[in-house]
């Protein structure tokens, strides 16, 4: 039937039938009989579930189409089910099967079932032929079934879409004698392979026991003649030792004998150096006795101790030769007083 001689009086909803449980399907027909429209505008395949309306009036004309179909579900369902439900109730139950294409600025048609189409098809102008064939109720939701029953092309998509399969067609065929080649190109590497195995396994065989007997004979002859020639070099090398080995006397009584004479400053000057010598190891030795126990100090502060105790032990020192000298100045004055004049 052609979409535009339809008559939405003549649709009909058939009682529901059990899928499963809570699940039931309501077959629809139109005068009887199976429910198929012929659409004359063209639409887009958009892809296997979906077309694209470009045609306003035929739009309009699916949307009266779901729009009945909920008003017989409504008028029916207390027949169907125990619980009455309000008009709006249902119609939130039902899923649209047209959707806005905002994009195209169109309706979309979801398709449930369709054809078999090569992908040579999608997006392609076509004019289809669309059977509405039930209500599934699931879940507290209802479908309206569609199915894409068959395509008719516009001339030029049709060239459009020949063109497509002859280049699909050469593309498969070339990749046909590529696979071909491959095989073929393995199938004689597969044939070398096994002489290439059995020439390397030539290859990695060892020799006859004989052979290697020979070959360890002639190595170990080898390696005497070898031993016995570094033999007699080293025979030869101790005799020119030998005989270059003198005895020599070393006559130290003529050596020379150097004389210093020091004074008291020379010597003062040695303590000096030598003194300053000590007390630089003195404190890098502290120094880094220090750093190594975490102790913040730099080398000032350290030769200003080491400065400091020297100063007190030197004052002891003097503290210590002053009162000798008292004592001697003591002793000298008792001696006198005691003394007989």
Same mark, same amino acid.
């Given at each position: ?5 339809? @008559?939405?009086?003549? !649709? ?14 309501? %077959?629809?027909? +139109? ?15 958009? @892809?296997? $579930? ?6 306003? &009036?035929? #739009?309009?004309?699916?949307? *009266?189409? +779901? ?19 309000? =008009? ?11 959707? #806005? ?28 032929? !669309? ?13 309206? =079934? ?7 092309? #516009? ?10 399969? *002859? ?14 080649? /491959?095989?073929? #190109? ?6 070398? &392979?096994? &002489? ?7 290859? %990695? ?6 052979? /290697?007997?020979?070959?360890? $004979? ?14 007699? $070099? ?33 010597? =003062? ?5 030598? /003194? ?14 220090? *750093? ?22 030197? =004052? ?5 030769? +002053? ?19």
């Amino acid at each position: 039937m052609l979409i535009n001689n339809l @008559n939405l009086e003549l !649709i009909k909803l058939k009682d529901p039938k059990v899928i499963e449980d809570d699940e039931y399907f309501f %077959d629809i027909l +139109y005068d009887d009989k199976d429910f198929v429209l012929e659409c004359e505008h063209h639409y887009s395949l958009k @892809n296997k $579930e979906s077309l694209v309306v470009n045609s306003k &009036q035929e #739009a309009n004309t699916f949307f *009266k189409i +779901y729009k009945k179909i909920i008003e017989l579900f409504f008028d029916s369902h207390e027949e169907w089910f125990n619980d009455k439900l309000t =008009y709006e109730r249902i119609e939130n139950m039902f899923n649209n099967y047209l959707v #806005a294409n905002i994009e195209e600025n169109c309706l979309n048609l979801i398709i449930s079932k369709s054809i078999d189409l090569s992908n040579n098809y999608l997006n392609s102008e076509i004019i289809p032929k !669309i059977k509405i064939s039930r209500l599934v109720f699931k879940n507290e939701k209802i479908t309206v =079934y569609l199915e894409l029953l068959g395509i008719n092309l #516009a001339n030029n998509t049709e060239n459009e879409i020949k063109e497509n399969i *002859k280049n699909e067609n050469e593309t498969s065929n070339n990749v046909s004698e590529s696979i071909l080649t /491959n095989d073929i #190109a393995l199938k004689d590497v597969n044939n070398e &392979q096994p &002489q290439m195995e059995e020439q390397n396994k030539k290859d %990695d065989d060892p020799p006859d026991e004989k052979e /290697n007997g020979e070959e360890d $004979e002639e190595e170990e002859e080898e390696n005497e003649e070898e031993e016995e020639e570094e033999e007699e $070099e080293e025979d030869e090398s101790g005799e020119i030792e030998d005989e270059d080995l003198k005895e020599i006397n070393i006559v130290n009584d003529n050596l020379e004998s150097i004389d210093f004479n020091l004074t008291d400053e020379d010597y =003062y000057i040695i303590y000096n150096i030598l /003194n300053n010598n000590i007390k630089d190891n003195l404190n890098n030795s502290v120094l880094k006795i220090l *750093k190594e126990r975490d102790v913040n100090i730099n080398k000032k502060d350290i030769n200003e101790l080491l400065n400091d105790s020297d100063d007190e032990s030197s =004052y002891s020192d003097d503290e210590s030769s +002053y009162s000798d000298d008292e004592s001697e100045i003591y002793e000298e004055e008792s001696d006198s007083e005691n003394s007989i004049p």
